[in-house]
């Protein structure tokens, strides 16, 4: 049975860390899906959240599948994104 520690002695982050829309500064928090991938976004409402995920998978906003089809839903928590937090 294989442990989760790979070959090279480096752990998989348990998460992935939250981006931030450039220039804000507040404290609300959406998860953003598009297809298989998620993450979390710092961004002032769910647009600028969808538009944020867009720039950082390398998505073009203007992309008809990408601002039809992905999804951004308001946390109603602070991500707890210390080193070895629990989920």
Same mark, same amino acid.
Request: hydrophobic residues 30%; proline residues 6%; charged residues 20%.
């Given at each position: 049975?294989?442990?989760?520690?790979?070959?090279?002695?480096?752990?998989?982050?348990?998460?992935?860390?939250?981006?931030?829309?450039?220039?804000?500064?507040?404290?609300?928090?959406?998860?953003?899906?598009?297809?298989?991938?998620?993450?979390?976004?710092?961004?002032?409402?769910? %647009?600028?959240?969808?538009?944020? /995920?867009? #720039?950082?998978?390398?998505?073009?906003? !203007? +992309? $008809?599948? %990408?601002?039809?089809?992905?999804? /951004?839903? #308001?946390?109603?928590?602070?991500?707890? !994104? +210390? $080193?070895?937090?629990?989920?």
């Amino acid at each position: 049975m294989r442990n989760s520690i790979d070959y090279h002695g480096e752990r998989a982050p348990r998460r992935p860390a939250v981006i931030a829309q450039a220039g804000y500064t507040g404290q609300n928090h959406f998860s953003v899906t598009y297809g298989d991938q998620k993450v979390t976004v710092r961004a002032e409402d769910g %647009y600028a959240a969808l538009f944020t /995920a867009a #720039k950082h998978w390398g998505y073009k906003f !203007t +992309r $008809p599948e %990408y601002h039809q089809n992905a999804r /951004a839903t #308001k946390l109603h928590y602070t991500p707890d !994104t +210390r $080193p070895g937090a629990l989920v």
